[in-house]
């Protein structure tokens, strides 16, 4: 079970080391511009998962479920705070090796004019434990890279991996 503090600690420990990075795309945030560097976590239910045989089923965090706390511009607009995230997609040949996956991410981000709700397709290249993930928005990219670390199942048939947490840091910017 993870504590209330932990994750607003390491959020605040990733939007810190994301700032720089931020900092150095401003040029880029004039105005209705996306710039962003992002830092996200969020539980995966895999179903039927992941195991040494290929297969093909669905992935969903059930809605909103997870955080996503960003550090610069969307369309403009200045970032003020933590955000929901979430998706559903499908895949197909699946294994504990590797998987492509593609489906929707829906968000919301809060920003100094208000909450920013962005729909976008998800593409995800996962190798192992690596996982690669862009997402096409309206106007707007957002690719990021991150663990998915196990939290049910082990990769075998008797107990294929059926849910994981899923940590990214990644940018979104202006098509």
Do not use: W
């Amino acid at each position: 079970m993870r504590s209330t503090i932990q994750t607003p600690l390491r959020i605040g420990g990733a939007l810190a080391t994301l700032a720089a990075a931020t900092l150095l795309t401003a040029p880029a945030q004039a105005s209705g511009k996306t710039s962003a560097a992002c830092a996200s976590q969020f539980t995966s239910t895999i179903s039927p998962g992941f195991s040494t045989a290929p297969s093909s089923g669905t992935q969903t965090t059930n809605g909103e479920t997870g955080t996503v706390a960003c550090v610069g511009k969307i369309a403009g607009r200045r970032i003020t705070g933590i955000g929901s995230i979430g998706y559903d997609s499908t895949y197909t040949a699946g294994t504990c090796a590797s998987e492509t996956t593609t489906g929707t991410v829906r968000g919301t981000i809060p920003t100094a004019a208000g909450d920013q709700h962005l729909v976008g397709a998800l593409t995800v290249h996962r190798t192992a434990l690596l996982i690669r993930a862009q997402v096409q928005f309206d106007g707007i990219r957002y690719s990021a890279i991150g663990p998915a670390i196990p939290l049910q199942g082990n990769c075998t048939l008797a107990t294929p991996l059926q849910r994981v947490l899923i940590v990214l840091t990644g940018t979104l910017s202006s098509k």
